[in-house]
């Protein structure tokens, strides 16, 4: 039997049989493996490679993942599939991969990559006829750009060709879809899917977006091939970065582990984590952001241009959950105030004169969300399949079963930030620990290393005179109000009893008043950074004014810092419309509005896809 169709599972115990954690299964396959084949003993063998390949996954980390123990885990996963492929019924779950996407070809491109390599490494539910068996993917564009709309549809064709089910839901698609609904319906589902002219149906927002991905969805599944919904974010990939692999590994064989879950639990709702660059707004990291380049500035000041670059041998702090958030306690987090130290990211022998050079030229892809100081790795990671109760939802990495489409993006018109934490905020006071998290995290890239910045991002205005987040800043702080209003409102019973508009403004007036306070002392605590960096890089003492060829790392220093101050600093447009009392007052309104209408809106909701089943 060694040498044949378990060959891999020979392997793996022939290397790892004598571990004590192994003991008893190493003795079944000793035993099974000297009885001989017997396709009645197949569901066994399938189970052993199973947890074998978990074995391994926690095995390879303490290791930096070797290149002998990824084979090996592949080998295991491609003989399950094996055995899978010669029994007479797969029932495993079908996966319908939901990818909303606006302008980001590029991006968009590098995801699908990333599934094709990850299907091809490790081949979840076979390729027969050319044809991936149990993957569809759904493209949802809501591009403006007729070019990236193009662009976006060739993808489709492109990963159609290579065997995947693929549907390009674009914007005439969709509102043939709407065109299903009477115009009564389709008014009273406005605050779901929004009131876009056919004529400028695009830059409807993630939200909307995702929620008309619903109603496509539901046309999809069927009752008799279950199907679970993962939808991703198109700056994602299907893999997982470490320190020193941070461009990713495929080490996860996501399908399958999610399959498992589904399968073995009663989970209605699972959210992933992302790993690599945060999955915040710049709006709320610019402060820890700074003590972080700062400190760089500092480290680097005290050695000559010409000596080695030592910024390869610094220690990864990994920092834990919300390291790069600077609010991280109103979500439960221990607040830092320690200095993360920056990893160079050249290659070969290079001086620190490179080093500063080139870290000058990353310091404005801060403004489309990466973090040069504080990505999130996946290290040390629990069991894939151990589930914890969760409370957020990642609206970049969630997986519903078809159970569970009643949970629709809420609020989505006012197109505010966080709505990820408002729906989680609702998932856990209504499911419980039917709504769960997974150590099943994403890749996350912020930006696109051919251009050095992100393709598309609502909210970042990128002119000659700089960079402007207002948009975004304005969509942040009110997200905040809503999801820490929610909160609130949720201890009082919310949504399942219907509370007074009184209690509803109070809590809202209280909530706007904390968060007032907080982003004010967040400002003067940015501007408290930021001015002791610009006297840090304006310090004529320092070793880059003598040297010529540090020229233009100094003008990309300041072009930094004059990005920071117009956007974080006294007067800065952001703080004016969030400091603007006629500005609160209206967000506040569309706030009371749209919780006073969830209620009700869940009910339409629900009438419409029972409509389109």
Known sequence: MASGKYQALHNFYTQFGFHPSLESASERWRQLSTAGPDGTHSAIFIEMIDRATLFLEQEMQKCDYPGDLLYLHQQLFLEMESLIGDQAVDDRYRFIVVIPVADRPQHLQSCMDSLYHLCRRFNYGGFTEQKRRLITVLIADDSKDPHARTRIKHIQQQFTRQGFETIYFGQDE????????????????????????????????????????????????????????????????????????????????????LDRIFTTTDTLVLTGKVVGDPPVSPAVMAGNFLRDVSGFVSDIASLGPNHNCRFHQQRITTGGDAAYHDMADLFGFHGTRETYRYQCRLHGQHDQLACFRDFSELLNR????????????????????ELTPARTLYTGNYLLSSQALDYFIPFATLKLRMAGPQLGRIMKSELGGRFASANLPLLHKRTQDQIGESEFRAGIDKGQAGIDISGE???????????????????????????????????????????????????????????????????????????????????NFRRFIDNMRCNFGVGSPGYGIIESTQHRQVRRQQILQALRSYSADRDLWRQTLSQLS
Request: charged share 25%; net charge neutral.
């Open 366 to 385: 801060f403004f489309d969300g990466e973090h040069l100081t504080r990505q999130n790795f996946y290290t040390n990671p629990p069991v894939a399949t």
């Open 174 to 257: 969709q509102l043939q879809l709407l065109d299903r609904l009477t115009s009564a319906q389709r008014q009273a589902l406005t605050g779901i899917i929004g009131n876009h002219p056919a004529k400028a149906f695009h830059h409807k927002g993630a939200s909307i977006t995702r929620n008309l991905s619903y109603l496509k969805v539901k046309q999809l599944v069927s009752e008799e091939k279950p199907a679970l919904i993962w939808f991703i974010d198109s700056d994602q990939e299907f893999r997982v970065n470490t320190p020193s692999q941070r461009d990713g590994l495929f080490v996860i064989n996501y399908f399958h582990r």
């Open 473 to 555: 800043f304005e969509r942040q702080f009110f997200g905040d109000l809503m999801l820490f209003s929610l909160q609130a409102l949720i201890e009082s019973g919310y949504p399942q009893q219907r509370l007074s508009d009184r209690r509803i403004e109070q809590i809202l007036n209280k909530t706007e008043a904390t968060l007032l306070d907080r982003y004010s002392r967040m400002q003067n605590e940015i501007m408290e950074k930021l001015e002791r960096l610009d006297q840090q890089i304006e310090d004529r003492h320092c070793w880059w004014w003598r040297n010529v060829v540090a020229g233009d790392a100094i003008e």
